[in-house]
């Protein structure tokens, strides 16, 4: 079965810094979707990338989805506080409709 | 336009105890779905349904059961609570293929 590992696992960076969270597929990705939970709340939509190399960006959040589709980064630019959360990303391999999602990776930024 | 709602946000049961927690949507989505969510472990699909009278199983689909006998309706009921079931639960559905999920806030569920 088709697994998603993020890194890391959790992170803690001063404001206005830059960061990077990896997600890689043990298989090859059919769309890959970024969200953010804020602590205790739903899931809210980032960003969907579907084609090989694919780059979007959103204010200060850009993902990426290699050209093998087995990794995404998402990378936000100088970090703010509204930035905290937890980062999940999520898959439908083969298009199953069974999403899968990785682990997250908690973010704190402190100000 | 509510999206997806959920019911209720918080919950304590007894081992043995039988509930239902709801979901509605009204964004006449036919995909929904329940997920639970552990430390540690991600978000694990429970089940899935792709239209009304259709349901499927999804990873950790033991101890749980699901019916859809409308569109806008996706309840998930807990037949016998069991502490390992202790867990945040949340829905989510989507219009179809490539389009993303809307997940509702999340049921906080504990069971003693």
């Known amino acids: 079965s088709q697994e998603l590992e993020q890194s890391p696992q959790s992170l803690i960076v001063q404001e206005g810094k830059n960061l990077t969270i990896n997600c890689t597929s043990s298989?090859?990705?059919?769309?890959l979707y970024w969200y953010k939970q804020k602590y205790g709340e739903g899931l809210i939509f980032l960003m969907m990338?579907?084609?090989?190399?694919e780059e979007k960006s959103h204010e200060k959040i850009t993902a990426k989805l290699d050209e093998k589709k087995q990794q995404s980064s998402l990378h936000i630019t100088a970090s703010q506080p509204s930035h905290a959360g937890i980062y999940l990303c999520?898959?439908?391999?083969?298009?199953?409709?069974?999403?899968?999602f990785g682990t997250g990776t908690r973010l704190k930024v402190l100000a | 336009n509510a999206g997806v709602t959920q019911t209720p946000k918080f919950q304590v049961l007894k081992t043995g105890q039988s509930m239902t927690l709801q979901c509605a949507q009204d964004?006449?989505?036919?995909?929904m779905s329940w997920y639970r969510q552990d430390p540690g472990m991600g978000l694990r699909l429970i089940h899935y349904?792709?239209?009304?009278?259709?349901?499927d199983q999804g990873e950790v689909p033991n101890g749980y059961n699901v019916s859809r006998s409308t569109t806008e309706d996706f309840p998930l009921r807990l037949l016998s609570a069991a502490p390992s079931q202790t867990s945040v639960y949340f829905c989510?559905?989507?219009?179809?293929?490539?389009?993303?999920?809307?997940f509702g806030s999340g049921t906080q569920l504990s069971v003693l």
């Open positions: 989510a559905s989507k219009s179809g293929t490539n389009e993303k999920l809307f």
């Open positions: 298989k090859t990705l059919y769309g």
């Open positions: 990338l579907q084609k090989g190399g």
């Open positions: 999520g898959a439908d391999p083969s298009g199953t409709y069974k999403y899968i």
């Open positions: 964004m006449n989505h036919e995909y």
């Open positions: 349904s792709v239209g009304a009278g259709i349901t």
